[in-house]
Nanobody
Framework: QVQLAESGGGLVQPGGSLTLQCEAS????????MSWYRQAPGEQRELVAT???????YYAASVQGRFTISRVNARNTAYLQMSSLKPEDTAVYLC?????????WGQGTQVTVSS
């Protein structure tokens, strides 16, 4: 059974940086796409960034130029490097993997941007 596990969240001051990691286990499945979503309290879940196996990427306008998504296919691991963090980036960040139309989700990691 495929499982996704996020790590790297925490408390950071505005303007700071964090790197999140999403590691897949339980299978040798290579996800066609791996994505990061986030959900703030009382808000809908939103797509932050996506990366395909060919390394094509997509970013939400709100994070373009500040966040970088990457992946290591051999390790089935994705990363989200976040810089110039703002209080509005505060949310639970969730990893998502898609394989032949089947969606896999991690449990999420909390990112709090506050002074």
């Amino acid at each position: 059974q495929v499982q996704l596990a996020e790590s790297g969240g925490g408390l950071v001051q505005p303007g700071g940086s964090l790197t999140l990691q999403c590691e897949a286990s339980g299978s040798n499945v290579i996800f066609e796409t791996m994505s990061w979503y986030r959900q703030a309290p009382g808000e809908q879940r939103e797509l932050v960034a996506t990366i395909a196996t060919g390394s094509n990427t997509y970013y939400a306008a709100s994070v373009q130029g500040r966040f970088t998504i990457s992946r290591v296919n051999a390790r089935n691991t994705a990363y989200l490097q976040m810089s110039s963090l703002k209080p509005e980036d505060t949310a639970v960040y969730l990893c998502h993997g898609s394989h032949f139309g089947v969606n896999f989700w991690g449990q999420g990691t909390q990112v709090t941007v506050s002074s």
